[in-house]
Nanobody, 125 residues
Framework: QVQLVESGGGLVQAGDSLRLSCAGS????????MGWFRQAPGKEREFVAR????????SYADPVKGRFTISRDNVKNTVYLQMNSLKPEDTAVYYC??????????????????WGQGTQVTVSS
């Protein structure tokens, strides 16, 4: 069992940066691959970024590639999402998720067993 708690969201202006954190509980945190997803008002939740259990492999959705960076600290049981050059279209509730490494694509929600409660990010123009 893994419990995830996101933090770091807020209201910023376009062009600003934010760093989201996701703190996980449990001794098995380092064995899970982690993902960040987001859900904008009136839209379905979408993949943002993911990182392998070791941190050695990352991938990003095209809209955030080059602006967002996912990282993790397995000693602190925490995964981060550094968001730079924020745009109004990045406004959403951001969720972190944990799941075992399987043959499922890390870009789909069903690959993840555990989810945080979400943190709101609002980017004003």
């Amino acid at each position: 069992q893994v419990q995830l708690v996101e933090s770091g969201g807020g209201l910023v202006q376009a062009g600003d940066s934010l760093r989201l954190s996701c703190a996980g509980s449990g001794r098995t945190f380092s064995t899970y691959r982690m993902g960040w997803f987001r859900q904008a008002p009136g839209k379905e939740r979408e993949f943002v970024a993911r990182i392998s259990s070791s941190g050695g492999t990352t991938s990003y959705a095209d809209p955030v590639k080059g602006r967002f960076t996912i990282s993790r600290d397995n000693v602190k049981n925490t995964v981060y999402l550094q968001m730079n050059s924020l745009k109004p279209e990045d406004t959403a509730v951001y969720y972190c998720a944990a799941g075992p490494t399987t043959g499922l694509s890390p870009r789909v929600e069903i690959a993840y067993n555990y989810w945080g409660q979400g943190t709101q990010v609002t980017v004003s123009s």
